[in-house]
T-cell receptor, first 113, second 114 residues
Framework: AQSVTQLGSHVSVSEGALVLLRCNYS??????LFWYVQYPNQGLQLLLK??????LVKGINGFEAEFKKSETSFHLTKPSAHMSDAAEYFC???????????FGTGTRLTIIP | EPEVTQTPSHQVTQMGQEVILRCVPI?????FYWYRQILGQKVEFLVS????????KSEIFDDQFSVERPDGSNFTLKIRSTKLEDSAMYFC????????????FGPGTRLLVL
């Protein structure tokens, strides 16, 4: 079984400030980890993913995430928030044993001008 | 850039009616999926489809749901007799492979059952 916990359903940061969105996962086998972003009235867009290899992965729009096996975490960060980053962010886990993505409950990111 | 498309974007139906949600996956992809998101809740897996058959399904995907790839491009989700609790956003996704392969999502169909 696999699951994802996203701490904080709503996060607000000032424009230019650090963005940190938290994700912890549970998986009985090595996980594949994903961050998706959903802008209003749009579908889910992949930001970045970790499968194997380097634990720090870089994605689109300046986002990055680090896979920490010891902490079962895959937190999403961006050094400097931009107004266009306002959206809902979903962490998801998959593994080699099944085909489905298991999503967290999402974090709505608000950027304060 | 290739993308997954879905029609209609919104559908309103009466309880007990049948609905068909349509998706056109990315053309060279082999795996197809349906997910749903009830308002305010997480995105949930419904079913995956490969080689013209269901390869995995969740507990939500009961006998009232069915999927079909009627031709080389479309992938459909049918709900035979809709219930109020079927009201949700339904997302179609496709991927080249599974596991570590990226799933590409469509914009969704918002279904409202009255």
């Amino acid at each position: 079984a696999q699951s994802v916990t996203q701490l904080g359903s709503h996060v607000s940061v000032s424009e230019g400030a650090l963005v940190l969105l938290r994700c912890n996962y549970s998986s009985s086998v090595p996980p594949y980890l994903f961050w998706y972003v959903q802008y209003p009235n749009q579908g889910l867009q992949l930001l970045l993913k970790y499968t194997t290899g380097a634990t720090l992965v870089k994605g689109i729009n300046g986002f990055e995430a680090e896979f920490k096996k010891s902490e079962t975490s895959f937190h999403l960060t961006k050094p400097s928030a931009h107004m266009s980053d306002a959206a809902e962010y979903f962490c998801a886990v998959a593994n080699s044993g099944n085909e489905k993505l298991t999503f967290g409950t999402g974090t709505r990111l608000t950027i304060i001008p | 850039e290739p993308e997954v498309t879905q029609t209609p974007s919104h559908q309103v139906t009466q309880m007990g009616q049948e609905v068909i949600l349509r998706c056109v996956p990315i053309s060279n992809h082999l795996y197809f999926y349906w997910y749903r998101q009830i308002l305010g809740q997480k995105v949930e897996f419904l079913v995956s489809f490969y080689n013209n058959e269901i390869s995995e399904k969740s507990e939500i995907f009961d006998d009232q749901f069915s999927v079909e790839r009627p031709d080389g491009s479309n992938f459909t989700l049918k709900i035979r007799s809709t219930k109020l609790e079927d009201s949700a956003m339904y997302f179609c996704a496709s991927s080249e492979g599974w596991g570590d392969e990226t799933q590409y999502f469509g914009p969704g169909t918002r279904l409202l059952v009255l």
